[in-house]
Nanobody, 113 residues
Framework: QVQLVESGGGLVQAGGSLSLSCTAS????????MAWYRQAPGKERELVAT???????NYADSMKGRFTISRDNAKNTVYLQVNNLKPEDTAVYYC???????WGQGTQVTVSS
């Protein structure tokens, strides 16, 4: 069974940056495309970015510019760097294994103005 554990969330001021991590158990990570999603209060979960097993990133149109997804297959970890944070980035951020359709528990990001 694959487990995904996100970390790195917290409270940050607008204009700041955060680096989120998602570490996976199991040997399927290196062959799995991965994704980051987020869910703001009262809103549906939305895609932020995906990354192929080989490391090619793709971003939702509304997320281009301030978000960077990357991965380290040796560490079974996928990252999401968020720069110039805005209050509207406040959400729970989730990672997902797209091959196995499994989710992490999420990490809260709160941006104060």
């Amino acid at each position: 069974q694959v487990q995904l554990v996100e970390s790195g969330g917290g409270l940050v001021q607008a204009g700041g940056s955060l680096s989120l991590s998602c570490t996976a158990s199991g040997r399927a990570f290196s062959i799995s495309a991965m994704a980051w999603y987020r869910q703001a209060p009262g809103k549906e979960r939305e895609l932020v970015a995906t990354i192929t097993s080989g490391g090619n990133p793709n971003y939702a149109d509304s997320m281009k510019g301030r978000f960077t997804i990357s991965r380290d297959n040796a560490k079974n970890t996928v990252y999401l760097q968020v720069n110039n944070l805005k209050p509207e980035d406040t959400a729970v951020y989730y990672c997902k294994n797209l091959l196995l359709n499994s989710w992490g528990q999420g990490t809260q990001v709160t941006v104060s103005s």
